[in-house]
Structures are given as C-alpha cells and as structure tokens.
C-alpha cells in the first residue's frame, strides 16, 4: 500500500528532475519535452506489454518493485535521447542541419542500439536464478529496456530530423561559434576538458591516475566484506505505522522476537515420555547467542500432554524461541543459522540424538530466503558477466580491452555497495542490508557500466580509424565524457527518487544505484577507462585488426614525416 501510495509522488518528482537537467544542460525548453515524450510512451507500452506477458507466461512482476522499473525506464531513455542530442549539437557549429542531423544519427544509433542491448541482456541474467522473486523481475526489467531502447532509435532520431537545431530552442546551437568570440560556459567548459586529456595522454600520468582510481576503488569495496542481509519487513516500515508501534511495543515489553518466534519440533516414537530431556534440551537452548527465552516442556510442570507443547500421540513435542532481535532481520538469521548448526551437539548432550528435530517459523523462511539468494548470486553474477563481456568483444572487435572495462565496471559496483553497507550498516545501525538490494543493484550497474562502456569506448574506436589511439581518446573523449556525465546525473537522480517511499529497501537501492552511476560516469568512465586505454596502447583492441592497422599507419606516416619528397 506504501509503494502505490507514493508512487505518483516518485513519477511526478522523477519527471521534474528529468525537466530540470536535460533543460539545464542544452539550455533548451524542447529537449526535455523530447526526452519526456519518448519515456512517456515506452513507459506506456511497457505496462500493457508486461501485464499482457504476465498473463500469458504465468510471470508476476513484484509490486514493490514497480517503482525500480519506473527509474530505469525514465532513466534509460531519457540517456539515450541525451546521446543523440550531444551527437546533434556537437555537429551544428561545423556543418549544415541536414548534414549534421543526418551524421548524429548514422553515428550514435549504432553505439545506442548495442548499448541498450547490453543493458536488456544484463537485466534478462536474472532469469539464471531459481528463485521465483528474480525470475519475476528479470523479464520485467528486460521488457522496460528492449521498449525504451526501440523507442529511443525510433521516435527520438525522428523528431531530431523534423526539428533539427530546433530542438535546442530558445538556444541558437550555432550562436557562440558564428556570432561572437566570447564562448558562454558552457563552451568554455568544453575548452576546459581537453586539456586534462592532454595530461592524461601522458603514459607516467596515465599510470598515476590508474593507481589513484583503483586505490579509491578499492578502498570503498573494502566494507563489502562485512555484508549481511536480511528480509526485515517490520524494520523496514516508518516508525510512524501503526506495524511498527506495535512491533516497538511488544519488544519493550518482551524481546523483539516475540512478534513471530522459532518453533522447534521434536519427533520420536514416545518422545513425551522424556520430558526431562526435553526440559534438559530446552534449557541448552536457552543459554545458547541470541536467544531471549524459551517456551516449551520445562513450562508443562504437570507432565500431561495438552496437544501445545506435548503432542496427544506421544510422539512429538514442541517448542517456542523467542529470539532477541528482530526475527526478520540479518541478526536472527544469523543467530538461527547458528543454532541450527549446534543442533545435533546439543541433542546428544539431552541425550536425544535419536530425535528429529526441525526448526519452523518466519525466521527460518526467511534464513532459507537470504540463503537461496545468496546462491543465486553466483549464477546471477556468471551469467551477468558473460554476457556483458560477450557482447563487449562482439562490439569491439576485442578482447583485452572488454576484460579492463568490465572489470572496471565490478569496481564501480563493488565500490557502491561498501558505501552502501558504510552508511546503512556501520553508520546507520542497521542489521544488514534487504536481501534483494545487493542483487538488483550488482545487475544494472555492471549493465549500465558497459552501456557506457560502448558509448564512451565506442567513439574512441570510431576515432581510431584515422587517428593513433592516443590522439583518438584525446579527440573522443571529452564529448562522449560530457555526453557521459549528463547522461549519468539524469539516471542518478532518477534512482535517487526511489528514496521518496519510506521503505528502507527502496531508500538503500537508491544510495547504492546513485553512488554506483556517479562513481561509474565521473570516475571510470571519465579517468580510469581512459588512462586504462592510453596505458595499455593499441593492445587494447587485441586480437581485432583496428587498432594494429592505425598503429601501423601512424609509423609509417612517421617514417615517411622526416625524408625529403621527390620533387614532381
């Protein structure tokens, strides 16, 4: 109910922010309508498509993640319509409209359509998992993105070749160039940037910058290691609900694992006549970590089996462990996860090793949750993996340069989820993080990595063509950085929104996609990946034909530069 209730606030502010900075990086009104009417349709088709699937493929999407597809959705195209636009406006001041609209879009829709592909193949790697909650979301999540990928590399280059510099209203895109010398800063910006690539394009400061980046990087992965996760559904609601007084009050007045305790279920042919043991169990488990209390046998002083603690047949009997944390959280998962490994020892010391005992209840669900999603997560990881890597070497042509750049794209993530467990976990006291948070975030930022991986690396091949490398990531990279930089706020603000419902699950998810894309756009994309290319040189497009053929070239037109020409 707190998701659809908010839900509107999220699209309506999401919306907003989009207008905001689209509008404030062309310094045009049309832009954002452009962006905005592309989102609205995709998101659109997307809802009547993926209800018309769910029916069809017996496939629910959760509910409570309707709010994450909306994100992704308004963010993806609203990216790609901010690449065309860059495309546009980067070729207006040199060349006629037609020209210019028509080369933007032969150029980006090419890097755009393999990009959003890369995107859709990443999210459709959740469908390695078992568990049900990822399947439903992986072909959700994959329909969003194939929709606003389709709309963007149709309606958006159409309205470019309708509008043309148009689109850029009230802003004359050929203004600054044609009518006067001074540049407005946004030009100046641009004037700005290429002299840090020219640093970059040292090799000595390339190395400085790669070793600067992956100590950064490494250093916020380093809180990665102390991860816990849990369900929490109580912990998860305001403060302020009537489920969350409720739950407060109870753990007051009791433990906080009263509101749902563990049963243990003990069963053996006769076993009701030992209630010594069992009370001899009992209290074994009683002193065990974390837990409050125990109701069972040692209680039922009379001996009489009641069909509670002492089944009528005889042949069971039952207990209730009130556990002291909050029993859907990282902290009574673990400690149950404990207890049902000290299990047997301590039925030998009851002298009840011939006992089967089994322990119930939403805690053990939900360490058998935490637990199947956490192996679902190599499969997950695997599949995300050689996917994106698949589709990076079929793009470039290359394999070593897609090995750097994905692993660039992990850093990226696991660098986001330590500053995530940093600030939820040893800042914000939580137990651990809500299990499905680590695994949806892991997903779209490898993915979005390697969408802007082919953006950025894509311009810089494109380049090579007539260039050395070095010359090529000097050209290439400050658009394709800006183009980056705007695109990657636009999608971080639209995932930081999701903090608008105040669920813990949703407000976790948006630090760690808004740490993770600012990370990715600023950091690697704009230093790490660049000093990476000039670093490793024309190996980079190894085993590929492109780079060695510029690379050869640039030597014999240094070879030819100092002999003296015959004359004709």
């Not at 998860?236 to 609900?241: F, T, Y």
């Not at 069963?267 to 169990?281: C, F, I």
């Not at 999603?373 to 996917?387: F, G, H, K, N, S």
Request: hydrophobic share 50%; with cysteine; net charge neutral.
């Amino acid at each position: 109910a707190l998701v659809q209730q908010y839900l509107p606030w999220l699209e309506l502010f999401t919306v907003l922010a989009i207008t905001l900075l689209v509008g404030f990086t062309f310094r045009s009104i049309v832009a954002p309508l452009i962006a905005l009417t592309a989102a609205g349709l995709a998101f659109i088709v997307t809802i009547h498509l993926s209800e018309a699937l769910g029916s069809l493929l017996g496939i629910a999407t959760p509910a409570e993640l309707e709010p994450l597809l909306v994100a992704l959705l308004l963010g993806v195209v609203t990216d790609c319509t901010i690449f065309y636009l860059t495309a546009l406006q980067g070729r207006l001041p040199r060349m006629g409209r037609r020209d210019a609209t028509r080369e933007a879009i032969a150029s980006d829709t090419p890097i755009v359509a393999a990009a959003g592909i890369t995107v859709a193949a990443g999210t459709a790697a959740l469908l390695a998992a078992k568990s049900e909650f990822f399947r439903g979301l992986g072909p959700a999540m994959t329909l969003a993105v194939v929709v606003g990928l389709i709309v963007s590399v149709t309606l958006v280059p159409a309205i470019l070749a309708i509008l043309g510099p148009k689109v850029f209203w009230p802003r004359d895109p050929h203004g600054p160039a044609r009518t006067s010398g001074r540049a407005d800063p946004l030009r100046r910006a641009r004037l700005r940037r290429p002299r840090i690539i020219d640093r970059l394009a040292s090799r000595w400061v390339s190395a400085l910058v790669v070793l600067g980046c992956l100590g950064l990087l490494l250093l916020a992965s380093s809180a990665v290691r102390t991860i816990d996760l849990g369900v929490g559904f109580t912990s998860s609601l305001p403060r302020d609900s009537s489920v969350s007084r409720a739950s407060v009050a109870a753990s007051e007045a009791f433990a906080p694992g009263i509101t749902s305790p563990t049963t243990v279920l003990i069963e053996r042919h006769g076993v009701t006549r030992d209630v010594s043991r069992l009370a001899a169990l009992q209290h074994l488990i009683e002193r065990q970590p974390g837990i409050a209390g125990v109701i069972g046998p040692a209680q039922n002083v009379t001996g009489e089996s009641h069909n509670i603690v002492l089944s009528d047949s005889g042949n069971a009997a039952r207990m209730l462990i009130v556990l002291e944390n909050d029993p859907l959280d990282a902290v009574a998962i673990d400690d149950l996860g404990a207890l049902r490994e000290r299990m047997p020892a301590l039925a030998d010391q009851s002298d009840l090793s011939d006992a089967t005992i089994s322990l119930g209840g939403d805690t053990a669900l939900a360490e058998g949750l935490v637990s199947s999603t956490e192996q679902d997560l190599y499969r997950i990881a695997i599949a995300a993996v050689l996917l994106n890597l698949i589709l990076l070497t079929l793009f470039l042509r290359a394999i070593v340069a897609p090995l750097f750049l994905l692993a660039s794209s992990i850093l990226a993530l696991t660098a986001s989820l330590g500053a995530t467990v940093w600030l939820f976990m040893d800042r914000g006291g939580n137990d651990g993080l809500t299990f499905y948070v680590p695994f949806a975030a892991a997903v779209l930022l490898v993915s979005l990595g390697s969408d802007y991986n082919i953006f950025g690396v894509g311009r810089v091949w494109d380049a090579a063509r007539d260039l050395p490398l070095r010359q090529a990531v000097i050209k290439a990279i400050p658009e394709s950085s800006r183009a980056i930089g705007s695109a990657g706020v636009t999608l971080a603000v639209s995932f930081a929104m999701l903090a608008l419902i105040p669920l813990t699950p949703f407000r976790e998810l948006a630090f760690a996609m808004t740490a993770g894309i600012l990370i990715d756009a600023f950091l690697v994309r704009s230093l790490l990946v660049p000093a990476l290319l000039i670093l490793v040189g024309p190996v980079s497009g190894w085993p590929g034909p492109h780079l060695k053929a510029t690379r050869i070239a640039a030597k014999a037109e240094r070879s030819t530069r100092g002999r003296p020409h015959d004359n004709p």
